[in-house]
T-cell receptor
Framework: EPEVTQTPSHQVTQMGQEVILRCVPISNHLYFYWYRQILGQKVEFLVSFYNNEISEKSEIFDDQFSVERPDGSNFTLKIRSTKLEDSAMYFC????????????FGPGTRLTVL | AQKVTQAQTEISVVEKEDVTLDCVYETRDTTYYLFWYKQPPSGELVFLIRRNSFDEQNEISGRYSWNFQKSTSSFNFTITASQVVDSAVYFCALSEGAGNTGKLIFGQGTTLQVKP
């Protein structure tokens, strides 16, 4: 069964460093998303992406964040200068039809900022 | 304002008991969708169900059933004859609007522990 994959599973970085979280969505999906989950809290929407453009972004998704689809398979989230409060689990999701249709999530990348 | 409330933070049951997880939502839109996701201890989010605002029919899938009531803005999830493998965090989520970009609004989650 096709699935969303994410690498790395765990990333440890120093405050102020740049990190890139990588995702490979399901191959025939066209809509991509990033969410984050601070430990013990709810899952929060960060950004949606379609047709090489951001469709919507949340207040969390400030200038330190960017997304890219550098090739036909990868979808990346970059945090330019990490802060302690960026420590969280980051989930990538993809959807075949977008909108209100179901999203399939990857296993997550745990980001720890020291 | 758009909001999803899962008032039960943690529930603990003994195997084979039935358990209901509550979800109450707030939205001003007449078109919206409700979802349930399961997050097992391994951490991934597993899609369980999607229901649109125009379909109030209850749904059953094996031991799982969902009760959608617009009058009370609730979308509750019942597991019948619970099993240890059902132990997980369960999230209810909302997406709203006909032109929605896919943004899901999640509740706080309910941690279900099923003891043998």
């Amino acid at each position: 069964e096709p699935e969303v994959t994410q690498t790395p599973s765990h990333q440890v970085t120093q405050m102020g460093q740049e990190v890139i979280l990588r995702c490979v969505p399901i191959s025939n999906h066209l809509y991509f998303y990033w969410y984050r989950q601070i430990l013990g809290q709810k899952v929060e929407f960060l950004v949606s992406f379609y047709n090489n453009e951001i469709s919507e972004k949340s207040e969390i998704f400030d200038d330190q964040f960017s997304v890219e689809r550098p090739d036909g398979s990868n979808f990346t989230l970059k945090i330019r200068s990490t802060k302690l409060e960026d420590s969280a689990m980051y989930f990538c999701a993809s959807s075949e039809r977008g909108g209100n249709n179901e999203q399939f999530f990857g296993p997550g990348t745990r980001l720890t900022v020291l | 304002a758009q909001k999803v409330t899962q008032a039960q933070t943690e529930i603990s049951v003994v195997e084979k008991e039935d358990v209901t997880l509550d979800c109450v939502y707030e939205t001003r839109d007449t078109t919206y969708y409700l979802f349930w996701y399961k997050q097992p201890p391994s951490g991934e989010l597993v899609f369980l169900i999607r229901r649109n605002s125009f379909d109030e029919q209850n749904e059953i899938s094996g031991r799982y059933s969902w009760n959608f009531q617009k009058s009370t803005s609730s979308f509750n999830f019942t597991i019948t004859a619970s099993q240890v493998v059902d132990s997980a965090v369960y999230f209810c989520a909302l997406s709203e609007g006909a032109g929605n970009t896919g943004k899901l609004i999640f509740g706080q989650g309910t941690t279900l522990q099923v003891k043998p």
